[in-house]
């Protein structure tokens, strides 16, 4: 299949760097407690959630970016960025209603919002600067007590949902960004599987950034009763802007007893140019906790866009017999750099954790994985592998491997391995010589190297991302 | 079908290649033998299009085209097949994908449509067979973890899924058992027709039993210095190449 696929590649350019004429509704930069207020007030929240971002605000000015990571981040000036965009056409509504420019621009993405059109089997929550556009399926998901929309709906009609779940997993002093979006965060997804229930198709959220000078600042919930299970999606990609662009972004997944929940992503950000003008700065906090006994959380990664990186989606295992993954492939190329990998924090009896990397570098540019394990003084028998590997293409980038381990009780085992690898000359020559053209023998090796991952992801991601994979990396050999 | 002409190359400047002149008609099938570092390797990388070598001087048309403008892979496509003596591995890329990747590129350049999923099937199973792989080779990765003869059966394979015009095997003997080489100049004698060529380069006369040479070329010090019929490989191996030296040196 990948070679198909590869075969459809022909442009070397970010092919989602258009930008979409509409009106928008954008309140002037800076940040302070009237801007936390306005854009509450924009969205008619309640007193609740005023409180909650103050709250978050007002400890978000106690605090400096972070910077442990193998990353160099240039200053921010976090009063030059407006904190909110809206395209005027107010929130989700019926079909009829959105603006023909809007499903134009998710048509161009290859995300029809027309339900008949749709993705087959996938409903999706469409996502345009600060609002949701419109989320498909909805009836049909309702009809199982399935909940899944905008996160402004749900701070409507399920309050208590939110006041329940929401910075359960990620406080908003958890960090940094973290913090940022507690204050500002506009939209995003909210799901709930109820009891019991399999949820009957893909759900997926796709975010697009559109106006400029914008940060996004999204926040997606997912919550699966006891014995449900559901599988989400999420996928991301920004015009082509010479500045650079602040997502900070926070997602929290909370898993009862016996269920299952699979979060893919496929994130395609703008990376900047070949010389590393312009380009988003993806700063992402994601976790989610196994909270009850034989619950299990999957997280799948595709990084291939974002001019930095700085994201560790993490599980903490608190039931007993839970477990979670993390699947991870990586690419940077030109001036790219990421540092991204995962926590997991074994609590629960039994608890496994299986975490796999595959970074790929090219050009100049930076890939590290970063991993903590940590198992607790509670946690019997738990178990942990991961594997981290690292491939080169040329030799003017870097991979770098942070593994940490606090290990506290003495019948886990934890098990690391890393390895790192070239594509050689040799090789692209081999491949050469059978009639293989370089762009195709890099994009046969990278899927090649890359395919435990790629696996993992639903069918039509799949084929996206092997995609995107051979794109980011046409041009940096040969 | 392939003339070369006063063919030069160098690399990192050094002159490996110092006027070198052949000429393959189809249905022809040419061995190269010389001592080591003669520059045997470096005219398969150069026909092939290594670009690791710099063609500094010199001609070489392959059934009508200038093979030196043609990209590597176009080369191929083209019908050069390189056995090469020192096989790549490819880790995390199937046996399968890869060759159904190259004979999809091959049928693209040719402007025929990808091979269905049964043919390709059928295609892999029949030429595993004429060299004997283990099905086992065929669904790992590319050359990963074969031994030596693996990796030589394994281009043999590959060149029979192919089907070139031209074959070129660089010392692909070298190493094999006696079992192994038989198969392997099966696979050879299997694609002989009066269209296809083939150059194979060797050490040893042991080979030229199964594969009768129309001619064989010495190579010294990166010119053709002597050629023959298929006595002259019999000769090479009783008497070495000090005589060769000699007679090239006396000049
Ligand atoms: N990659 C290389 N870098 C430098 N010198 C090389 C390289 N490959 C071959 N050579 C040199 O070119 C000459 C010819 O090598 P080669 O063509 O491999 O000889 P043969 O195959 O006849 O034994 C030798 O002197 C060898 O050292
Ligand atoms: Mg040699």
Not at chain 1, 19 to 35: A, F, R, Y
Not at chain 1, 137 to 154: Q, W
Not at chain 1, 300 to 319: D, F, H, R
Not at chain 2, 87 to 106: D, K
Request: aromatic share 8%.
């Amino acid at each position: 299949m990948a070679e198909d696929i590869l075969h459809e590649v022909t442009s070397a350019d970010y092919k989602y760097g258009f930008t979409t004429d509409i009106e928008t509704d954008i309140i002037p930069i800076g940040l302070s407690e009237d801007v936390v207020r306005i854009i509450s007030a924009k969205k008619n929240e309640p007193e609740w959630m005023l409180e909650y971002r103050l709250k978050a605000y007002r400890h978000w000015t106690t605090m400096t970016m972070p910077d442990w990571a193998h990353l160099n981040v240039p200053p921010i000036n976090y009063q030059s960025i407006s904190y909110y965009a809206a395209p005027k056409t107010n929130g989700p509504k019926s079909l009829d209603e959105v603006d023909p420019e809007l499903l134009k621009t998710f048509n161009k993405l290859g995300i029809p919002l027309e339900e008949q059109m749709a993705l087959s089997g996938i409903a999706v929550d469409a996502v345009m600067d600060s609002v949701s556009v419109k989320t498909t399926f909805k009836e049909v998901l309702a009809e199982k007590g399935i909940i899944f929309c905008s996160f402004s709906e749900a701070v409507e009609h399920h309050p208590d949902l939110i006041q329940k779940y929401m910075a359960s997993v990620v406080p908003v002093s958890d960090n940094f960004y973290a913090a940022l979006n507690s204050a500002v965060f506009s939209d995003g997804s909210f799901v709930y599987i109820p009891k019991g229930v399999r949820c009957p198709m893909e759900l997926s959220t796709y975010f697009r950034i559109n106006a400029s000078n914008t940060g996004q600042f999204e926040r997606t919930l997912i919550v699966a009763d006891e014995d449900s299970y559901v599988s989400y999606l999420e996928g991301c990609t920004a015009p082509t802007r010479d500045e650079n662009q602040l997502h900070a972004a926070i997602v929290e997944i909370i898993v009862m007893k016996n269920a299952e929940v699979k979060y893919s992503t496929v994130q395609n950000w703008y990376p900047g140019d070949k010389n590393g003008k312009g380009g988003v700065y993806n700063f992402v906090t994601k976790r989610g906790i196994c909270k009850g006994e034989n619950s299990k959380l999957s997280w799948t990664q595709v990084e291939t866009g974002s001019a930095i990186t700085w994201k560790y989606p993490s599980c903490i295992l608190q039931g007993d017999n839970s477990s979670a993954e993390f699947y991870s492939v990586a690419v940077t190329n030109h001036h790219q750099q990421a540092d991204t990998g995962t926590k997991m924090i074994h609590l629960g009896r039994n608890t496994r954790s299986h975490i796999l990397s595959k970074g790929i570098s090219a050009g100049v540019s930076n890939n590290s994985y970063r991993g903590l394990v940590r198992v607790g003084a509670k946690a019997e028998n738990a178990r942990n592998f991961s594997q981290c590997d690292s491939l080169l293409l040329g030799d003017k980038c870097g991979a770098h491997t942070f593994p940490y381990m606090e290990v506290n009780n003495e019948t886990a085992i934890v098990e690391h391995e890393a390895t790192t690898s070239k594509i050689s000359e040799d090789q692209i020559f081999y491949c050469n010589q059978r009639g293989i053209s370089t762009e195709d023998a890099v994009g046969l090796i990278v899927n090649g190297y890359a395919k435990e991952v790629l696996n993992k992801l639903p069918m039509e991601f799949a084929v996206e991302a092997q995609k995107l994979l051979a794109i980011t990396l046409e041009g940096s050999v040969g | 079908m392939l003339q070369i002409k006063d063919l030069h190359a160098n690399i990192n400047g050094k002159e490996i290649l110092k006027g070198l002149n052949l000429t393959v008609r189809p249905g022809e099938i040419h061995a190269i033998m010389g001592p080591n570092g003669a520059g045997k390797s470096t005219l398969s990388s150069v026909l092939t299009g290594n670009p690791v070598f710099d063609v500094t001087h010199g001609e070489v048309t392959f059934l009508g085209k200038n093979l030196l403008e043609l990209a590597p892979e176009e080369r191929a496509n083209e019908g050069i097949f390189l056995s090469f003596q020192y096989p790549v591995e490819i880790p995390g890329v199937s046996m399968v994908n890869f060759m159904r990747t190259a004979i999809n590129e091959q049928r693209k350049y040719r402007n025929l449509p990808p091979v269905s999923a049964t043919d390709f099937l059928r295609l892999m199973r029949e030429k595993k067979e004429l060299v004997e792989m283990d099905n086992k080779l065929a669904n790992r990765s590319v050359n990963e973890g074969f031994s030596g003869g693996e990796k030589k059966r394994n281009e043999i394979f590959q060149m029979a899924m192919l089907e070139p015009r031209l074959s070129i095997l660089d010392e692909t003997d070298s190493g094999l058992d006696i079992d192994a080489l038989r198969i392997v100049a099966n696979g050879v004698n299997k694609l002989k027709s009066p269209e296809n060529a083939s150059i194979i380069i060797t050490h040893y006369q042991r080979l030229l039993e199964y594969i009768v040479p129309d001619f064989v070329h010495v190579l010294y010090d990166g010119r053709i210095v002597k050629s023959g019929d298929k006595t002259l490989a019999l000769e090479l191996e009783n008497k070495g190449y000090d005589w060769i030296k000699q007679e090239v040196e006396g000049k």
